[in-house]
């Protein structure tokens, strides 16, 4: 059964971070590259940051989130995370975890966790 479970999410203040977490079902885990993506209302879902399934687990990141996000994975865990810092009111979005395969997600949304970002 895929499953996608995402949490940390919350309320902070402009500048400060957060840490995001997902629990990924093995079997997209170990098979797939992982990635972070946002939907803030009234737009798109977008890419955020993604990491490597294999070797030294590359990293790459939308530039509106580069130098201020950071994304790892503990295999143990099985689990994906987004370290977040200088937040800006404009992350303000629900953040979802996903697989991904060719650069794009492979659809298996979990239900997400709200950031919310005041000025």
């Known amino acids: 059964q895929v499953q996608l479970v995402e949490s940390g999410g919350g309320l902070v203040q402009a500048g400060g971070s957060l840490r995001l977490s997902c629990v990924v079902s093995e079997g997209i885990f170990s098979n797939y590259d992982m990635g972070w993506f946002r939907q803030a209302p009234g737009k798109e879902r977008e890419f955020v940051a993604g990491?490597?399934?294999?070797?030294?687990?590359?990293?790459y990141y939308a530039d509106s989130v580069k130098g201020r996000f950071t994304i790892s994975r503990d295999n143990a865990k099985t689990t994906v995370y987004l370290q977040m810092n200088s937040l800006k009111p404009e992350d303000t979005a629900v953040y979802y975890c996903?697989?991904?395969?060719?650069?794009?997600?492979?659809?298996?949304w979990g239900q997400g966790t709200q950031v919310t970002v005041s000025s």
């Open positions: 990491i490597r399934w294999s070797g030294r687990g590359t990293t």
């Open positions: 996903d697989g991904v395969l060719g650069g794009h997600p492979l659809g298996s």
